[in-house]
């Protein structure tokens, strides 16, 4: 079975701070990819990542970075100097095996205060 | 290119009505998701045509959820009769076909908030 877990609900910083969004994952494959999604206040899911689980190279794409550990089955994602643009519902996803569909983490509610 | 889009954007229903949603997923994309977010749960996968066919419809709730996706193209969500716990959002997705590198990449599109009243 899969299971994503993202164990920060909510959470508020201020303008600049920096922030790291945790997400673990389950999976009995070896081989599955891992995802990073985007839900701003109009509704719709952004891709942001994929990571494949052979490669566990850390990403860095302007102030957003992503840390994965194969050790710990985690795979955080860390917005330096936050914007108030940044403030959205975050989301960790999972696909492993020969299945495509994705498998979900609750999200993160990230609200960033000027 | 464009993206993912729904139709409609929000749905109001009564309970025991018929609601068909709507997805055209971005031009070439073999591979078409739907999934649903239902209040305070997360997103849930439903179904997935490759083409026009269903290669996995395991997470569809049960029988009063119909999709279709003639000529693999867009695709239809059919919710016949509608219940009170079918409220939620629905998304479409779509990927590239199979041998592309990036064919595990989902796009989404806005989605669909259909309350049953």
Redesign the interface.
Known sequence: AQKVTQAQTEISVVEKEDVTLDCVYETRDTTY?L?W?KQPP??????LI?RNSFDEQNEISGRYSWNFQKSTSSFNFTITASQVVDSAVY?CAL?SGS?????????TQLTVLP | EAGVTQFPSHSVIEKGQTVTLRCDPISGHD?L?W?RRVMG?????LL?FVKESK??ES?MPNNRFLAERTGGTYSTLKVQPAELEDSG?Y?C?S?RGQGWT??????????T?LTVT
């Open positions: 990819y995802f999604y109009s509704g719709e899911l952004v891709f994929r989301f696909s299945a495509r569909q994705l498998t979900f983490g609750s999200g | 591979n998701y999934y749960k997360e997103i849930k996968f997935h290669q996995d997470g959002v998304f997705a990927s990036k064919s595990y990449e989902q796009y989404f599109g806005p989605g908030r």
